[in-house]
């Protein structure tokens, strides 16, 4: 493995200063968050490895905050906290139930939000649940903040509409509303520490029995994660019955494009995404119908 120690890591103390540094130094720092991710692709990569912008002290970008409906969530807060937190249990419980996947226990101490969404896999497992709750993110720079919703952020694999001297400050969402169900799927090659070889996550509002409104986004099945959009309009004006719900998971074979790597094929990708959509609707179906 390839030794880091040539490069200098610049340890801001305060956000302001982080700033500062992110814009002296334009396109010349990547930062580092827990490093979870950016540590190894940096021992892995042919390339020089860039200097560092170490923001793992910031404690002012770790918070879960509930302000007027929204919830707010600062990008260094680490998955442990995420799933721990009352505020999402109840608010967001569909996020609760991804972070909870993230990792060993290690990596649920240590990897953060923030990380996750800019290290842009589209395996991540805290995007799906993300584009469901129809997040938006704010970018800092020294001149100001941009937000951006989650879904414009991803231009393509590991493509970001993230400007040099901007940092990841915040995610934000509406919370749930009392009609909203949500749920998480995960499936992986084994049953902890795994990457997903297809997740994905359902946020369904129902109104008097009938699907208002349906939002399914899927991960690892494509350059990006994708929203299930047939799928979608499948569910949407509907009450929830074992043949909406099959045909609404089969429809999902329209939004992917999963390739064939280690993990699996792509026809077993499509397969997995397929069940596991039936299984979750199925899942939620039970809860609505009661
Ligand atoms: C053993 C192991 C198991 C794992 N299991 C999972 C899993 O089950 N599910 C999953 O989704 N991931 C998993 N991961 C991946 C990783 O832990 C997560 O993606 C994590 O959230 C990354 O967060 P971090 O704080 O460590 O980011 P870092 O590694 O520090 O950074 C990741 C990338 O984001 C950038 N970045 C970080 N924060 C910011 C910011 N605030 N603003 C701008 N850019 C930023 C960095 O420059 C870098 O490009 C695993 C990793 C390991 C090593």
């Known amino acids: 493995?390839?030794?880091l120690s040539y490069i200098d890591v610049f340890t801001p103390k305060n956000l302001e200063e982080a700033l500062e540094l992110l814009d002296?130094?334009?396109?010349?720092l990547a930062v580092l968050a827990g490093g979870t991710d950016l540590i190894i692709q940096l021992r892995k990569s042919q390339q020089?490895?860039?200097n560092l912008l170490n923001i793992y002290m910031l404690d002012e970008l770790r918070y879960i905050k509930q302000d007027n409906g929204t919830i707010k969530i600062g990008a260094l807060t680490d998955f442990a906290t995420i799933t721990e937190s009352p505020i999402i249990q109840r608010h967001a419980p569909v996020?609760?139930?991804?972070a909870a996947t993230i990792g060993s226990v290690q990596i649920?101490?240590?990897a953060s939000i923030g990380g996750n969404i800019v290290n842009a896999s589209p395996a991540a497992d805290s995007l799906p649940a993300l584009y469901v709750l129809n997040a938006t993110l704010s970018l800092r720079s020294k001149t100001g903040t941009r937000k951006v919703a989650i879904e414009q952020f991803y231009k393509g694999y590991k493509k970001l509409d993230l400007q040099s001297g901007e940092l990841l400050t915040e995610v934000s969402f509406p919370a749930m509303k009392q009609n909203q169900i949500g749920m998480f799927f995960k499936h992986g090659l084994r049953q902890g520490d795994a990457i997903s070889v297809v997740n994905g996550a359902i946020l369904l509002?129902?109104?008097n029995g009938y699907v208002k409104d349906a939002r399914i986004a899927l991960g690892a099945v494509a350059p990006t994660v994708v929203r299930a959009t047939e799928s979608e309009k499948t569910l949407i004006g509907q009450r929830l019955s074992e043949d909406v719900i099959l045909?609404?998971?089969q429809?999902?074979?329209?939004?992917i494009s999963p390739i064939d790597d280690v993990r699996g094929s792509a026809s077993y990708r499509k397969e997995m995404c397929v069940n596991y959509l039936y299984m979750t609707l199925w899942q939620m179906m039970r809860m609505v119908n009661v």
């Open 1 to 3: 493995m390839k030794s």
């Open 24 to 28: 002296k130094h334009r396109g010349e």
């Open 48 to 50: 020089k490895a860039p």
């Open 95 to 98: 996020l609760a139930e991804a």
């Open 108 to 110: 649920l101490n240590k």
């Open 205 to 207: 509002e129902v109104l």
């Open 247 to 249: 045909k609404a998971a």
């Open 251 to 255: 429809a999902c074979l329209t939004s």
